[in-house]
């Protein structure tokens, strides 16, 4: 009952992928206003513990390595510990599969939403929703609303900025294929390129060293790193939501899979019953004292 279809699931994706390489190419594309609903195809059944994964009886999540907190605890996306790794194991549950029946598997933050088929179920690594990365992959519902922030070292350049404008002169830097980067080309259109990095520890690296005069990561992370990482800088602001829409994160599935429906109702149910609330409120550190750059 399970080989078949999702036999038909992988040629499918194959199809699509194959239609989409020209259009989408590999590297991830610049974030546009799209709904934080969910994509994708429905699904014929929603049994707990009975779904088309990847492994019959298991779920296979995936994430980025290293975990960096306070997303994950430790690096070790599979104890339970930090955001994502709750929201994972919450949504697990909800779908019908014990700690037990959760496989973690190691996916780059850029290959999560890349065109192809993938061996994963599901993949939760702070990616926000978009409608040009809805053309490679589909997307459950919006687990966490997000907003980017500015970190600088306290005494730099950039740490006394209060607006966009302030930063327009200065070299910012962000993570490849990320809405920090984004955020840096759209938003600020600052004078010089901005410097791209294959992972956050390189940016922070940078930050340290003097080669940036800010980085932006989203505001969570932002918070940790100023408090845990980077002592020595401090969040200059937060940007406001562009265009009136929130930025949410959404759990990254493949292009047309029949468990996004499914992966899309626990969420929402999570959401209704105050658990990813409960969740948000263990883990993330609360936003209120980071200024709105205008």
Avoid at 109 to 133: C, L, M
Wanted: glycine share 6%.
């Amino acid at each position: 009952m399970h080989a078949a279809p999702l036999a038909l699931r992988r040629a499918v994706a194959a199809v699509t992928v194959a239609l989409l390489a020209t259009a989408v190419g590999c590297a991830p594309q610049p974030e546009e206003k799209a709904s934080a609903g969910p994509s994708g195809s429905a699904a014929k059944s929603c049994a707990k513990g009975e779904l088309a994964t990847e492994t019959a009886g298991k779920l296979t999540i995936a994430t980025d390595e290293p975990a960096y907190e306070p997303w994950f605890k430790d690096d070790k996306p599979a104890n339970g510990k930090g955001f994502e790794s709750a929201v994972a194991y919450a949504v697990a549950k909800q779908l019908g599969y014990d700690k037990n029946a959760v496989v973690w598997q190691s996916v780059p933050f850029n290959k999560a939403f890349a065109p192809g088929v993938k061996t994963f179920d599901f993949d939760i690594n702070q990616v926000s929703i978009s409608a040009e990365r809805k053309k490679a992959v589909d997307f459950s519902s919006g687990y966490y609303d997000v907003r980017q922030a500015v970190i600088a070292l306290k005494g730099g350049k950039a740490a006394e900025a209060k607006s966009i404008a302030d930063l327009k002169k200065l070299k910012l830097g962000a993570q490849v294929g990320t809405t920090s980067l984004d955020y840096i080309t759209n938003v600020v259109k600052p004078a010089q390129d901005a410097a791209v990095y294959a992972k956050n520890d390189q940016a922070k690296s940078a930050l340290k060293n003097g080669q940036v005069d800010a980085v932006i990561t989203d505001l969570p992370t932002a918070f940790y790193i100023t408090a845990a990482e980077v002592t020595n800088a401090r969040i200059v602001g937060q940007f406001e939501n562009q265009a009136g829409t929130a930025e949410q994160f959404g759990l990254v599935l493949d292009k047309g899979s029949a468990l996004t429906t499914c992966v899309s109702a626990a969420v929402d149910a999570l959401r209704k019953d105050g658990t990813l609330a409960a969740i948000e409120k263990q883990w993330l550190s609360d936003a209120v004292d980071a200024p709105v750059l205008k």
